[in-house]
């Protein structure tokens, strides 16, 4: 058991999956990211014969965010902070401008002509105009705000942008601005969160997402009548909220004949792929695997979707789904023998500590028999009573998710799988916080993080505690960025519960964060909690450093040294608190890495010692 799952440990540390797809508009090439060895570059693959992806970029950079040229003949990119334009052969590469800070989400405009891009080099994130040779640097949008979700209207005439305005950073608006610059024009409703902006072919309509109902749907804004018209509806989300770009949003996209709109609906942990009809909103479902679907972009015909998908048994690749006919997959990054020993979760629902209905994932590990699930106390008693049950029983981990706002589902996540691989059962719940359960649930730990959040990760274990395949007196917590935050918080509010926790980056003290982290993670944060002068108990409650000496359970701290998102000062602050405290902890900083660890050799470390300190507190080797 332990050396198969040292290999697989390897084995998922080495499998870099293509990230960044851009299609190409004549739709026979894609462009992606991947990593050759510390850096990611850039490769195009043709689509329309088979071959194999041709790397564009050959640097000690890293490189991404790749975007064709109209004429499909080129691409621009970012390399370090600089932008780049390259032939998509990654002939005559060339650097068009670069600033100290940065350079993002280059977009090509429809006559290739201009590239706007978004940079903080005027104090804000606003959008920027260049000339493919470099020249004629313009600032499109200004003021003591940020932007992001650029789009081009079909006419180049127009960019659209979402935008922070209101003093509620839970509120985020649609604008369009001229290209030249000049009056913008807010274009969605207020009172609500929208984002990702998407031009219908004929450039007379702008289908965007939204949470107006209190789901997030897709709605379509006519630009010559200034009329809204809500295409999706329903109790689920189609597309989803993220706070920072429109590549993590799953935003709506036109088919090219302006007749189809392709969009994502998740539901139950499953994100597909739907199509809906324009001027009827009649949809389908066109994705046919369960898992996790992005997508990339329509081909020409209108007739076939490219896509990125992933589940738990099979990491992301690029597929391309026809709407009459099947799909075919174009990547390949799974290792068939590691594929082969991985499973599936089962999903479950428990009542928390208020009675809110949480759902979760359960991984079993594949050696475990299979047994039956019980959702109260009653129930298992009864069914002990009746079997005389004596079977062996397995560990278990509560496996928190970061965020908040994002949310488990059926999607590639190694840590898991390696967990329930050397004998872990594992329940990695969706907390309230999560998406996908609408605003309401997404909104339910506003200005009280680490407290309700807590625990429904507190009644996840409480709820393994029943199941007859758990050893009761066995169950771990652990968790990345907001998930290692809540372990540490139920470790606080449950010292008696947990054998062991593993906090991953996580914050401990969320007034030195709102002081210390960058503009992102405090924008995150008032949003949530508004600022510690509005919220001084919420921030004092929410912060499980001042709660030290409640933790019993071993503790691990894995974190890296470069990360802005949560400092390593939290790690630094929780470990100076618990040697006050004489508490048994071990820890280990990793030096380059930011938030999370990107290079194959650190996953690796940090993913084995995650497994030795659980073994040895929790697991199968414990005393």
Known sequence: MRDRTKMRIESFASIAPPEEFSLAPDGRACAFTQAVGAYRQIFTLALDRPAWPRRVTATLDDCGEPHWSPDSRSLVFVREQALWVANGDGTHARELTDHPAGNSSPSWSPDGTRIAFLSRRRGWTHIWTIAPDGQALTQVTRGAFDVCDLAWSPDGKWLAYSSWRAQDLRMRGIYLVPVGGGDERLISPPGCWSGAPSFSPDGRTLGYLCDQDGWFHVYLYDLSSNTVRQLTHGQGEDGGPHFYNVESTGGPQFAPDGKQIAFIRHREGKWDVWVADVATGDARRVSRGEGHYRIVGWRPDSKCIAVTFDNPTTPADLWLIALEGEPAQVTHSA?????????????????????????????????????????????????????????????????????????????????????????????????????????????????????????????????????????????????????????????????DLFCAGVDLYGDSEITEAYRHEDREARLDLIRHMGTPEENPEGYRRGSPLHLAERIQSPLLILHGRDDMLVVPLMSDKLIEALKIENKYFESHFYEGEEHGFDRPENKKDAWERVVKFLDRFCGRMRP
């Open 335 to 495: 290792v068939e023998e590691l594929q082969a020993q991985l499973c599936a979760p089962q999903w479950i629902t428990y009542a928390s500590h208020d009675g809110l209905q949480i759902p979760a994932a359960l991984f079993r590990p594949a050696d475990d028999p299979e047994e039956k699930v019980f959702s109260n106390p009653e129930e298992k008693a009864f069914s002990n009573a009746v079997n005389h049950r004596g079977t062996a029983r397995a560990p278990a981990v509560v496996f928190i998710h970061g965020g908040p706002n994002i949310a488990f589902g059926e999607v590639y996540y190694p840590l898991p799988q390696i967990l329930a691989h050397a004998g872990y059962v594992v329940l990695a719940p969706n907390y309230r916080g999560s998406t996908g359960y609408g605003n309401a649930f997404r909104e339910a730990n506003f200005r009280a993080w680490g407290q309700a959040d807590a625990l429904d990760v507190v009644e996840g274990a409480r709820w393994l505690q029943m199941q007859d395949f758990v050893d009761a007196d066995h169950i771990a917590v652990l968790g990345p960025s907001y998930g290692g935050y809540l372990t540490l918080c139920a470790l606080t509010l449950a010292p």
